[in-house]
T-cell receptor, first 115, second 114 residues
Framework: ETGVTQTPRHLVMGMTNKKSLKCEQH?????MYWYKQSAKKPLELMFV???????ENNSVPSRFSPECPNSSHLFLHLHTLQPEDSALYLC??????????????FGPGTRLTVL | AQTVTQSQPEMSVQEAETVTLSCTYD???????LFWYKQPPSRQMILVIR??????QNATENRFSVNFQKAAKSFSLKISDSQLGDAAMYFC???????????FGSGTRLLVRP
């Protein structure tokens, strides 16, 4: 397994709930990413943080709010979600973002179900 | 905008045989990188192989090799001597040089028959 962990692994929430997903990397990397993996769509990049600064926000609805307090931790705060937001949310980290020789290491994902 | 297409939703291979997974992409960029990622059931996605567009030589990693045809914008993955542990979803991905944004295809599920 890689050094990227995600909690919780499974989450069920109602549309009015507020919850947070957590990602932690133990690899000394400088960049962290959130991806959404839906059943019938390709993986979609949501957010990228490089050295704790957000460098990519891929037109994600405001009901998803990322937070990167330091280079090892990344959160995705969720509120007022819709059923179509149900998906596997993957976190990744990398050492030198923006370089093709960089490798992204993925976490196991959080399976989110919105009722 | 770049797109990545994997036209085979599912492939099946007999153990010890060879299988090729297809990937095509569309881009106007000249400098980019291509990747194959593997996602086993309920396990983390890992990088299988990477190809730099400026390199003519096809990348190889043990039993995994690619056939990179830049003019045709094709990037197929060949798995030789298939093993049961190769069963997984395989994703082709594109990265423009100096970009943060990996663009993934829809994936190919590989089944390995014992």
């Amino acid at each position: 397994e890689t050094g990227v962990t995600q909690t919780p692994r499974h989450l069920v929430m109602g549309m009015t709930n507020k919850k947070s997903l957590k990602c932690e990397q133990h690899l000394g990397h400088n960049a962290m990413y959130w991806y959404k993996q839906s059943a019938k769509k390709p993986l979609e990049l949501m957010f990228v943080y490089s050295l704790e600064e957000r460098v990519e926000n891929n037109s994600v609805p405001s009901r998803f709010s990322p937070e990167c307090p330091n280079s090892s931790h990344l959160f995705l705060h969720l509120h007022t979600l819709q059923p179509e937001d149900s998906a596997l949310y993957l976190c990744a980290s990398s050492l030198v973002p923006g370089q093709g020789t960089d490798t992204q290491y993925f976490g196991p994902g959080t399976r989110l179900t919105v009722l | 905008a770049q797109t990545v297409t994997q036209s085979q939703p599912e492939m099946s291979v007999q153990e010890a045989e060879t299988v090729t997974l297809s990937c095509t992409y569309d881009t106007s960029e000249s400098d980019y990188y291509l990747f194959w990622y593997k996602q086993p059931p309920s396990r983390q996605m890992i990088l299988v192989i990477r190809q730099e567009a400026y390199k003519q030589q096809n990348a190889t990693e043990n039993r995994f090799s690619v056939n990179f045809q830049k003019a045709a914008k094709s990037f197929s993955l060949k798995i030789s001597d298939s093993q049961l542990g190769d069963a997984a979803m395989y994703f082709c991905a594109f990265l423009k040089d100096s970009s943060y944004k990996l663009i993934f295809g829809s994936g190919t599920r590989l089944l390995v028959r014992p």
